[in-house]
């Protein structure tokens, strides 16, 4: 606008100069030579062409608070901007009451809304639309969001960075994610979990394993195991990584976990809490789990539920489950799809084979030597008996201990596979694996899953007793009226209740005034509560005359009446 200024005064402003500066702007020729006109006039309006020099309405501090109140509601907000106007003008609303004037402190003129003396007035009020825009203009798509289903939402809305490229193995990322599907494991329906690692640079899945129902440190175990092994059925990626990724979940953070990837040389990187972002391979990994396996497999529960009746009498996915058997190895085999077949966008075009394409060294571990990584130490030596060892109460036999009782061991576990152990010497040479002895027969521990299952059945049918004669119902209303509670109860069946209550309660059967404790020594400083509660000391007897304790002889007399 000021090259246009320039030209005009020295005379050699020309109509097609005006039409250049309009296709550059995106603006018509007409706009152009208005804003000519404009600055002109105003030297400061050649500086921003176009721009408004009004005052326009814009959202301040005050309605910021009211549209947190309103969890983003944006009419809610500009109602009540209204009826604080009116408030103040001395119209009374119609669904309002009071008389014109000061406004209360604690009227509120909008339903649910803040009192009106916390709402900022505003003269003029912006109309409907005029605030909406001020909104859109004033406050990002990530602030609206937060406002209206909080900082999770808010998060969908942000720029994140993306990491250097990097080579093979030089940093990994780990997780659990659960399938949405119900699968058959020994009898009962679980909902099974995936635990697995993948290096960031190729997207190729190093290690996985799959466990029936809740994962622990031994599904990290498991899975870190295949991941470093490349030999048969594992491999040909792994090795030992630079770095693992991982969030702070007790099962990653874990001592037995910590332990084995600091004596394998890797760096632990947790990261914060609620930070999906900062380790995205992986939770792309889980969604894509989510949308390319499990959603067409049998027993997936995400999906449109079926009529009631359809499903009345059986248990959702009772028909159609599949075997954990059958399910790992749909997991399986699509892992090996994953690194051989599927061609993700970051690696342009290429399958996670690139790793083997990279140069980088990969460092190996023996498979023999793997189980002392892998395995969580006791902590404490043991003494080898006669008959076996002793771990947790029970007594683990083997073959190779014929000969050697007497001798200083260790053990080495994997966390909840008590069924078998590892046995070191003292100096954590490996000696061999150990059983339990005296296990109970499979006819036992199904005997012993019912009978636990009954009393969990049992159990949970007395809670939901209870709850029945804990909830209280109320009569419905249609007025603004106190709650009237429902349920008539005679005055001999609260009694009995009550009765039934005082004599299964051991604190009020007990009768701790029935024989006081005895009083605390004279030099102790005692409390006037404690000293009350206590009972009396025993009155303290006279001292006896030691004469009074030899008996006079028959004809001895007092020395006075001697004659």
């Not at 003029?124 to 969001?145: C, I, N, W, Y």
Request: include cysteine.
């Amino acid at each position: 606008m000021r090259r246009l200024l320039a030209l005009r005064a020295r005379g050699g402003l020309s109509r097609q100069h005006v039409r250049l500066a309009g296709e550059c702007l995106g603006a018509s020729e007409r706009t152009v030579w208005r804003w000519l006109a404009e600055a002109s006039q105003s030297p400061e309006a050649a500086a921003h062409p176009g721009a408004r020099h009004t005052s326009r309405f814009e959202i301040t501090a005050e309605i910021r608070v009211l549209l947190a109140y309103w969890h983003g509601n944006a009419s809610a907000v500009h109602r009540q901007l209204v009826e604080r106007a009116a408030a103040e003008a001395g119209g009374v609303p119609a669904h309002t009451s009071g008389a014109a004037g000061p406004v209360p402190p604690g009227l509120v003129a909008v339903p649910g809304g803040a009192a009106l003396s916390q709402v900022p007035l505003l003269d003029p009020v912006p109309s409907l639309s005029t605030f909406l825009r001020a909104l859109r203009r004033d406050l990002t798509a990530g602030e609206r969001a937060g406002l209206a289903s909080g900082p999770e939402a808010a998060r969908a809305h942000d720029v994140f960075g993306k990491r250097p490229a990097s080579w093979r193995s030089y940093a990994w990322e780990t997780d659990h994610v659960q399938a949405p599907l119900l699968v058959d494991a020994d009898g009962d329906l679980v909902r099974p979990w995936i635990t697995w690692f993948i290096d960031t640079a190729t997207k190729v899945i190093t290690g996985t394993a799959v466990t029936p129902g809740h994962p622990s440190r031994a599904s990290v175990l498991a899975a870190l195991r295949a991941a470093v092994v490349r030999d048969d059925p594992y491999g040909p990626a792994g090795g030992v990584p630079e770095l693992v990724r991982m969030d702070r979940g007790k099962d990653f953070l874990s001592a037995a976990v910590t332990t084995a990837l600091g004596a394998m040389g890797v760096t632990v990187k947790d990261l914060p809490a609620y930070s999906p972002h900062l380790k995205g391979t992986v939770e792309s990994l889980n969604r894509a789990a989510d949308r390319m396996l499990f959603a067409a497999l049998p027993g997936y529960t995400a999906g449109p539920t079926r009529p009631r009746s359809e499903r009345r009498g059986r248990p959702a996915g009772a028909l159609s489950a599949l075997s954990f058997q059958d399910f790992t190895a749909e997991v399986l085999e699509w892992t090996n799809w994953w690194n051989t077949a599927h061609r993700p966008k970051a690696l342009s075009g290429r399958t996670p084979e690139a790793w083997q394409a990279d140069p980088t060294p990969v460092t190996d571990i023996p498979a023999a030597d793997l189980w002392a990584f892998t395995l969580e130490d006791d902590g404490r030596p043991r003494k080898l008996t006669s008959h076996g060892v002793s771990w947790h109460g029970r007594t683990y036999t083997a073959a190779w201990m014929t000969g050697q009782a007497g001798r200083q061991v260790r053990v080495r576990y994997m966390p909840h596979h008590d069924h078998e152990i590892e046995v070191c010497d003292a100096r954590g040479r490996h000696l061999g694996p150990a059983h339990l002895a005296a296990a109970a027969t499979p006819e036992q521990l199904q005997a012993l899953r019912e009978a636990r299952a009954e009393r969990a059945r049992r159990l949970r049918a007395d809670t939901k007793a209870a709850e029945r004669l804990r909830r209280q119902r109320f009569a419905p209303t249609t007025s603004a009226e106190p709650a009237q509670r429902l349920g008539a109860v005679t005055a001999a069946q609260a009694d009995r209740e009550l009765a039934a209550v005082d004599y299964t309660d051991v604190a009020r059967l007990a009768l701790p005034d029935l024989i006081p404790p005895a009083p605390p020594p004279a030099y102790w400083r005692t409390p006037p509560a404690l000293a009350a509660s206590t009972a009396p000391a025993p009155p303290a007897s006279a001292p006896a005359d030691p004469s009074a304790d030899v008996a006079p002889e028959p004809d001895s007399r007092p020395a006075g009446d001697a004659t």
